[in-house]
Each structure stands twice: as C-alpha cells, then as structure tokens.
C-alpha cells in the first residue's frame, strides 16, 4: 500500500474558492461579490423566483412561467429577473420570443461554501446557539 495522497476529483472550484467565515476571514473582493449575491436574495419576490426557477421541471423555466404566482406585474417580476441575473445567481436566454432562466449553480456552491460550518465547532457542539 502507498501513502500518497490522492487527489479529490469532482469538486467545483466555485466552492473551493470559499472558505467558511469561521475558518478565515473574508477578503475585500469576495465580501463584495458574495454581498450583490445575498443583497439580492434578500428580497422575498427575487428568492421565491429562484426557488421557482430551480424547482423548476428541466431545471430551466420560461419567464411566462413566472409570473404566475405573484401579485405584481411582468415588468417587475423581469426586473427582479435582471437583478437575480446580475447579482450571477442565474443565467438566462432568449428562445423566440421567451427568455428562459436557470440557477447557476456555481453561484448556489459559493454562497453555501461560505456559510457551512465545519463539524466541530462550538456553534454546533453548543445545538446552534450561542
């Protein structure tokens, strides 16, 4: 047997970019870009639309999908669309004369690297509280 280590194959390098705040701090780059990405999440409109979109059959949805379950009109709900679209939370394209939106993932991998506490620590040991 070897003891040499192996590499671990299949891991996104969005996530490996991220360490969890309670394991470093964040740099000034990252906190920005991380930060457009809750700041738009932190609408419940844009968060409902993601979670639309991702549970969304096929993993895409077609805007005349998405206005639906809402009580606003269609020009708001695309322009909570360009915001989620521009803070990189989901890519999108036009087919005729629909635009069809998906999450993307990467953008999922580097919010939740970020926020994932490691096993261990006092938040956990302590049920979550401090």
């Known amino acids: 047997m070897s003891n040499l280590e192996l590499p671990v194959l299949g891991q996104d390098d969005a996530a490996a970019c ?3 705040m309670v394991r ?3 740099g000034e780059e990252a906190a920005m870009d991380l ?9 419940p409109v844009r968060l409902r639309l993601l979670s639309l979109i991702a ?9 005349c999908d ?19 679209r521009e803070a990189g939370l989901v890519g999108s394209e ?10 993307l993932p990467a953008a999922l991998a580097k919010l939740s690297a970020l926020l994932r506490t490691p096993a261990g620590t006092a938040a956990q040991t302590a049920g979550g509280t401090r």
């Open 18 to 20: 991220c360490s969890p």
């Open 94 to 103: 036009r087919r005729g004369t629909w635009v069809y939106y998906w999450v």
């Open 66 to 84: 998405l206005t639906g379950p809402f009580d606003v009109s269609q020009p708001t709900i695309s322009h909570h669309l360009k915001v989620l």
């Open 55 to 63: 549970s969304h059959e096929g993993g895409e949805a077609c805007v």
């Open 24 to 26: 470093e701090p964040l």
């Open 35 to 43: 930060a457009k990405m809750f700041k738009a999440l932190s609408d």
